[in-house]
Structure formats: C-alpha cells, structure tokens
C-alpha cells in the first residue's frame, strides 16, 4: 500500500530535497521502516530508541494526529496522506 509522506525541510537531506515521498506499509510503523529502507537516517529521526515516536515530532495520517489515534500502529491505507511535522518551541 503506498502512501505518501510529506517531508519537512530540515529532514529533506535525507530525502535527496525532496518533499513529498511515498512508503509502503499497513500501519505507520511499517511506513517508517520501508522508509528506511529507502532514505537512511530518517528512523533515528522521528523514533527514539526505544522504538517510539519522539516527542518533538508530530505525525498526521489525513490530517488526524497519530498521538490520539493509535500511534504507531496506527493503519494505513494506499493513498493516505502523511505529514511530519518538527514541534516548535521558543518565543515571549
């Protein structure tokens, strides 16, 4: 099932500058490993080592935040639409 993953800027070095990819996978977890497996280095970017989402990345599956879905095994079908968004902190 291919799904395609919008990249932000500071994470497109490991993208060749690309913006928009596609994975393939049923759930978020399988998404990220086939990404891997075709953009090394973006793993240890968006899981911790434990496996799990890091805190400062956001996930969205259609527009829906995978932290009130299931996370990781949160299903995915051909033709979602993924973005990774950095958490942004600073400022008065």
Not at 57 to 79: A, M, T, W, Y
């Amino acid at each position: 099932m291919a799904v395609q993953i919008r990249v932000p800027t500071p994470l497109r070095r490991f993208t060749g500058g690309t913006d928009v990819v596609s994975a393939n996978g049923s759930s978020l977890r399988e998404v990220i490993d086939d990404l891997e497996r075709s953009h090394p280095g973006l793993r240890e970017r968006l899981l911790d080592e434990n496996g799990e989402l890091r805190r400062f990345v956001n996930i969205f599956i259609n527009g829906d935040d995978v932290r009130f879905l299931d996370q990781l095994s949160s299903q995915v079908k051909d033709g979602d639409d993924i973005s990774i968004v950095p958490a942004i902190a600073g400022g008065r």
